[in-house]
């Protein structure tokens, strides 16, 4: 086993660090330069569409809002990693790599709004009135290759709601036993059973009702730990200077106290935040598919937050704490045991008891997301099966127990190569797209300029491939219009 292991993280980190990372800091700039900064440009229109009500629909429909949708992805983006991750990059790359998952973040939100956006477009209508759609759906929709989507989608679905949430159900249970002391297979089975029920009550509702639970859940969990890391902060303030100082110098030169070369304090945080906020990654755009917005654009604006609230917010809170408490992380522990430390130092021992909420609510909403993204391409392959639906739910439930119950390690490993293939599947589709991407950011941008509340009608852009959607302006915004265009949008290729 061990050697299973090791072969796998020697194989996937040179996958990782030679090939998937270049591609992703590239296509992020590439996007970058060519929607002129659309991440900080459109910073103000990202906080407008949260706000944004539902458009009416008809009475049998069920949609999302943009704000519920938001919720679903950052449930799923926000999870351990923010935590034990975050450990892990300063206790390897020293506060440097700090800076470099901002960077990360920055850039990364262009190929976000890219891929957000063009799963909205080549979003399908379920029978009861809500919105599927993510990278499977424009690969096969967009490009015309239902293999590369069909590729996808297997990978999505091995990766996110079977190994990712088994190992976040994992977490939760070592948190919860080590903080109340009852161990053994006992109390891993029991933790395990409440957690699958707890998952189960909420995924055999629906999308709309993951949606209700993570838009409660979310907010909450964003507040508690925002409120935890500014006190921890107030009590180290002396440190705040040295703090701040150590994240922008540490970022360009080799890190004495960690042994980081300047090469790996670069690659660790650059690494860590692309883990973090999967931009480019092509999950999150399962999620922006579900919303029910005016303007694909829109969506890929909140998506575009989404990575900014998981790493600049969430992911920032987690190194304030640590490198407040401990400004020097010579031999620091890695991964969340660091942020444990942390916390006890500056909270007391009870804090320990609290951390283990805070796990429970973000592993938790992360297993919800996870598993939406996996329903969505599970539908993506078997169309709308009640018993393939309902054998995925059973076994999307059946992951979270086995997960509490077996060692994580190797699976965490797997996952994550597996992730780096899906990665990479998406940022060609979204290269080959990317001209669709460009103009459906210019006609909002028109429309904007013209004073309205911008509207996508698919045969205004030219939109490659076949829609179920953005038809016509009545269609989209559910009011009754005189003359209304019939008939599908235009083929073609960008």
Not at 35 to 41: A, L, S
Not at 386 to 407: C, E, H, K, Q
Request: charged share 10%.
């Amino acid at each position: 086993m061990d050697a299973a292991q090791q072969l796998i993280e020697t194989v996937g980190g040179a996958f990782w660090t030679w090939l998937l990372l270049p591609v992703v800091v590239i296509t992020g700039l590439y996007f970058t330069i060519r929607t002129q900064v659309v991440q900080i440009r459109m910073f103000p229109a990202m906080l407008r569409t949260l706000r944004d009500p539902v458009p009416n629909t008809p009475s049998e429909a069920k949609p999302i809002s943009s704000f519920q949708a938001f919720c679903v992805s950052a449930a799923s983006r926000v999870g351990v990693g923010n935590i034990a991750g975050v450990g892990t990059a300063i206790a390897t790359g020293g506060p440097g790599a700090v800076f470099w998952m901002w960077l990360m973040a920055v850039i990364g939100a262009s190929s976000a709004f890219i891929e957000s956006t063009l799963a909205q477009i080549y979003k399908r209508v379920d029978p009861d009135g809500s919105f599927r759609g993510g990278p499977a759906y424009y690969m096969q929709y967009g490009l015309g290759r239902r293999w590369m989507g069909i590729l996808f989608a297997i990978v999505l679905v091995l990766c996110f709601p079977l190994a990712f949430s088994s190992l976040q159900a994992n977490t939760i249970t070592d948190a919860i036993t080590n903080t109340t002391g009852w161990t053994g297979s006992s109390a891993n089975l029991t933790v395990g059973i409440v957690l699958a029920v707890l998952t189960a009550a909420v995924v055999f509702g629906g999308m709309r009702r993951i949606a209700n639970v993570a838009d409660k859940i979310v907010p909450i969990m964003a507040i508690l730990y925002l409120i935890v890391g500014l006190v921890i902060v107030v009590i180290n303030i002396q440190n705040v200077p040295t703090m701040i100082g150590s994240i922008f110098a540490d970022a360009f030169t080799p890190n004495a106290a960690t042994g980081g070369a300047i090469g790996t304090v670069i690659l660790i945080g650059v690494q860590r935040g692309m883990f973090s906020n999967e931009a480019g990654l092509g999950s999150a755009p399962n999620a922006g598919a579900s919303a029910a917005v005016t303007h694909p654009a829109k969506q890929g604006f909140v998506q575009s937050l989404g990575v900014y609230f998981d790493t600049l917010v969430v992911c920032s809170i987690t190194a304030f704490i640590i490198l407040s408490s401990r400004p020097d992380v010579t031999n620091a522990p890695k991964g969340i045991t660091l942020t444990q430390e942390a916390m006890v130092s500056g909270l007391g021992s009870w804090a320990g008891v609290l951390l283990t909420v805070i796990i429970f609510l973000l592993a938790f909403s992360s297993i919800l997301g996870n598993y939406y993204y996996g329903e969505s391409n599970v539908g993506f392959m078997f169309g709308e099966s009640r018993t393939v639906l309902a054998s995925y739910r059973v076994i999307a439930v059946a992951a979270i127990l086995v997960g509490s119950l077996l060692s994580a390690q190797l699976v965490w490993s797997t996952a994550d190569q597996i992730m780096g293939v899906m990665a990479l599947v998406n940022l060609i589709a979204i290269l080959l797209l990317s001209g669709l991407g460009l103009r459906t950011l210019s006609d909002y941008s028109r429309q904007l300029k013209q004073g309205k509340d911008p509207v996508f009608v698919a045969s205004e852009v030219g939109v490659p491939g076949h829609l179920e959607f953005w038809q016509s302006r009545g269609q989209v915004t559910g009011e009754p219009e005189a003359d209304a265009p019939t008939g599908s949008a235009p083929t073609g290729r960008n």
